[in-house]
T-cell receptor
């Protein structure tokens, strides 16, 4: 158990819908990262937050957004869902990216299926 | 942009034997970090080992060790005394030490599926 929690574990929804994925980082970690794992794209970085502020963005679609709250949990919002959004979404957390010992620990993931 | 390449889509090994998984990367940075993550059938991503580019000594964690060749931009993972529980997808990942838009993110290779046979 990495200490990172993600809910829900599984999500099945229809095209055009909107969903919210939730992540709670390890105790003491200030940074949260979101990754998408799909069969055709592999593991891709989406977005990073540090202490409530967005720090880095990857190839995140405009239909996707995220935020990190004062208690440091994060939510990833996916809207106008398409079949191609079906994937495993991981959240990872770390203490702070600037530390040399900084390491990301991953949650169990949320499996999203869009029908 | 950094890229990570794992040229072995699949590997297999007999229990108790040794196997090496390959990884190469491309970067213009001098300071960075490299990781191996394991993803078993449960799909959980588990950190196996990490290496700081400024350290010449290869990292070791129990049965797992790396061969880090900075000039060649190569970072292979050696698993000794393979166990059935080592069966998983293994991902090589790169993290740079720079600021800017790539700060902190991991760039992953395509993964290598390792099967350990009894």
């Amino acid at each position: 158990d990495s200490g990172v929690t993600q809910t829900p574990k599984h999500l099945i929804t229809a095209t055009g819908q909107r969903v919210t994925l939730r992540c709670s980082p390890r105790s003491g970690d200030l940074s949260v990262y979101w990754y998408q794992q799909s069969l055709d794209q592999g593991l891709q970085f989406l977005i990073q937050y540090y202490n409530g502020e967005e720090r880095a963005k990857g190839n995140i679609l405009e239909r996707f957004s995220a935020q990190q709250f004062p208690d440091l949990h994060s939510e990833l919002n996916l809207s106008s869902l398409e079949l191609g959004d079906s994937a495993l979404y991981f959240c990872a957390s770390s203490v702070a990216p600037g530390f040399s010992t900084d390491t990301q620990y991953f949650g169990p993931g949320t499996r999203l299926t869009v029908l | 942009a950094q890229t990570v390449t794992q040229s072995q889509p699949e590997m297999s090994v007999q229990e108790a034997e040794t196997v090496t998984l390959s990884c190469t990367y491309d970067t213009s940075e001098n300071n960075y970090y490299l990781f191996w993550y394991k993803q078993p059938p449960s799909r959980q991503m588990i950190l196996v080992i990490r290496q700081e580019a400024y350290k010449q000594q290869n990292a070791t964690e129990n049965r797992f060790s790396v061969n880090f060749q900075k000039a060649a931009k190569s970072f292979s993972l050696k698993i000794s005394d393979s166990q059935l529980g080592d069966t998983a997808m293994y991902f090589c990942a790169f993290k740079d030490d720079a600021g800017g838009t790539s700060y902190g993110k991991l760039t992953f290779g395509q993964g290598t599926i390792l099967t350990v046979h009894p």
